[in-house]
């Protein structure tokens, strides 16, 4: 019963490049998250989403943009990549506190 | 604002034996206390919670605790198998809303044969 899925488990992007993540919820859930995961620092908001159209900062939202056309799908968007964004990108669905993470997408920028 | 501090980043067991892993939080005012887990490949996984009004919560194998005055939280797992073996995250959060949760910095948990 796969309720989040992310467009790639792998990324390798080049410095400079514009990158895009992509999200999907099957639950018609309005919250949407995006976090970044690194050792020794955990989980880290970056970008949430409480409708379409709706976005609004999280505690690291430095580098990073966000889209929401449609209600099923989140975009993290890396306007110019570099190194320091080489990370793991979690996407989730939330309810009140409850988080429901997808795989995660590791990107690896050179 | 909040910070949650986790230890052991990584923890060794021997199958069968009790793991506990530990964290503290800073604002007293934080009232709701999840866990998650991480197995490899997959999202975090929320596996239990507490509420500030609870001093102890159970659920078969695993049990968190908590300590108000001492600001910290526990998570227990006790008859370890292959299968707890995962990344362990803490939250906190003292407002309504997945966006307030503030993560610790995880702990590795492997659970030997």
């Known amino acids: 019963d796969v309720k989040v899925t992310q467009s790639s488990r792998y990324l390798v992007k080049r410095t400079g490049e514009k990158v895009f993540l992509e999200c999907v919820q099957d639950m018609d859930h309005e919250n949407m998250f995006w976090y970044r995961q690194d050792p020794g620092l955990g989980l880290r908001l970056i970008y949430f989403?409480?409708?379409?159209?709706?976005?609004e900062k999280g505690d690291i939202p430095e580098g990073y943009s966000v889209s929401r056309e449609k209600k099923e799908r989140f975009s993290l968007i890396l306007e110019s990549a570099s190194t320091n964004q080489t990370s793991m990108y979690l996407c989730a669905y939330g309810t009140n506190h409850n988080l429901d993470f997808g795989p995660g997408t590791r990107l690896t920028v050179t | 604002g909040e910070n949650v501090e986790q230890h052991p980043s990584t923890l060794s067991v021997q199958e069968g034996d009790s793991a506990v892993i530990k964290c503290t939080y800073s604002d007293s005012a934080s009232n709701y206390f999840p866990w998650y887990k991480q197995e490899l490949g997959k999202g975090p996984q929320l596996i239990i919670d507490i509420r500030s009004n609870v001093g102890e919560k159970k659920d078969q194998r695993i049990a968190v605790t908590l300590n108000k005055t001492a600001k910290h939280f526990s998570l227990h797992i006790t008859e370890t198998q292959p299968e707890d073996s995962a990344v362990y995250f803490c939250?906190?959060?003292?407002?309504?809303?997945?966006?307030?949760?503030?993560f610790g910095q995880g702990t590795r948990l492997t659970i030997n044969p």
């Open positions: 989403s409480y409708d379409v159209k709706m976005k």
């Open positions: 939250a906190a959060s003292k407002e309504q809303g997945a966006q307030k949760l503030v």
